[in-house]
């Protein structure tokens, strides 16, 4: 399998073998002018706010790496069922392994709530066209039982 069929499938057994008994997702999209429209009246203040430095760093001022992060975040907290609302944007931090593979860091309120969820594993999608940037995040849930023998200090 490749693409997201192949991602869901070597997770799902993974989550399988855990015990999960829930998935839960969220997908996003940024219209590239008006996210331009955006970074150029917030500036400096506005990166700040939505970015941490390592994601700032990693993207630079490339309009369509920040356009897709600030996706990952939003469809990271719909999956999460919260929206933006109580988390902060840099507490869903979206890194990019040696390989290129974006992979999400949670942080605070954000890691908490994926605590709560059970949430053992969460993946990340992005793409972009010269029009819009998209996310897709998926994560899975373990059962109570499962999720007492993982290590409080697991990445998700």
Do not use: W
């Amino acid at each position: 399998m490749s693409g997201l069929a192949g991602l869901l499938s070597c997770n799902l057994d993974v989550a399988l073998a855990l015990g999960s008994t829930a998935v839960y997702a969220g997908i996003d999209r940024v219209e590239l002018i008006e996210f331009s429209r955006i970074l150029a009246t917030g500036g400096d203040e506005f990166l700040g706010t939505v970015y941490t430095e390592g994601e700032r760093g990693q993207s630079g001022d490339r309009l369509e790496r920040l356009a897709t992060r600030f996706a990952a975040k939003e469809a990271a907290s719909k999956a999460l069922g919260t929206g933006l609302r109580g988390i902060s944007p840099t507490e869903i931090e979206v890194v990019s392994a040696d390989n290129g593979q974006p992979q999400l860091r949670l942080h605070g309120r954000a890691r908490e709530r994926a605590e709560t969820l059970g949430i053992v594993s969460m993946s990340v999608s992005l793409t972009h066209t010269s029009m819009a940037a998209e996310a897709l995040v998926v994560a899975l849930a373990a059962t109570v039982t499962s999720r007492s023998s993982l290590r409080k200090d697991s990445a998700l």
